[in-house]
């Protein structure tokens, strides 16, 4: 993990569960439904997946939006 902090200049350590967080809540926030997601990080469980699924409050407002067609 030394390369991968290096490399992206981070000083510290990085460790892989940031790293997976990190990309869990960048998909989620492009659209990426839980259920695919949680396969693409391949979890066995969904609500294990769901711990790294941080979703932004435009994709939330967004979320909303398609429900009430505003």
């Known amino acids: 993990m030394?390369?991968?902090a290096e490399a992206a200049?981070?000083?510290g350590r990085v460790?892989?569960?940031c790293l997976s967080a990190t990309a869990a809540s960048y998909?989620?926030?492009q659209g990426?439904?839980?259920?695919?997601?949680?396969?693409?990080?391949?979890r066995s469980d969904l609500a294990t997946a769901q711990n790294y699924i941080r979703i932004?409050?435009?994709a939330a407002a967004d979320?909303?939006?398609q429900v009430h067609h505003r």
Do not use: F, K
């Open 2 to 4: 030394s390369a991968v």
């Open 9 to 11: 200049d981070i000083d």
């Open 15 to 17: 460790h892989p569960h």
């Open 27 to 29: 998909h989620a926030d």
């Open 32 to 42: 990426v439904a839980p259920v695919p997601l949680h396969t693409l990080m391949g």
């Open 56 to 58: 932004s409050g435009r």
């Open 63 to 65: 979320a909303l939006r």
